[in-house]
């Protein structure tokens, strides 16, 4: 079992930046393939960025190539998502993820334990 809690959602203009935090407990932490989802009003769910469980293969979605990094921090138990260069089109409630023993996964579906997800707004 892995409980997953989000923070670091916030306001902030176009072009800024801002840095999810996801804090996991349970056992086996760095077992857990993690994956950074988002949802915006209206729309389904969809993958943002992944990170394998063995930490060496990420995964981005071409809307936020080059601006987002995933990484994690096995020892604090700790995914994180930094977003640069923030648009308007990036405003949704973002949801971290994980799944044992995953490798890249872009589908919400091979994800077994959700966080309750933090709200990003990023304003014109």
């Known amino acids: 079992q892995v409980q997953l809690v989000e923070s670091g959602g916030g306001l902030v203009q176009a072009g800024g930046s801002l840095r999810l935090a996801c804090a996991a407990s349970?056992?086996?932490?760095?077992?857990?393939?993690m994956g950074w989802f988002r949802q915006a009003p209206g729309k389904e769910r969809g993958i943002v960025a992944a990170?394998?469980?063995?930490?060496?293969?990420?995964y981005y979605a071409d809307s936020v190539k080059g601006r987002f990094t995933i990484s994690r921090d096995n020892a604090e138990n700790m995914v994180y998502l930094q977003m640069n260069r923030l648009k308007p089109e990036d405003t949704a409630v973002y949801y971290c993820?994980?799944?044992?023993?995953?490798?890249?996964?872009?589908?919400?579906?091979?994800?077994?334990?959700w966080g309750q997800g933090t709200q990003v707004t990023v304003s014109s």
């Open positions: 993820a994980a799944g044992y023993g995953l490798g890249i996964r872009n589908s919400r579906h091979d994800y077994e334990y």
């Open positions: 349970g056992r086996s932490f760095s077992s857990y393939g």
């Open positions: 990170l394998s469980w063995t930490g060496d293969s990420t």
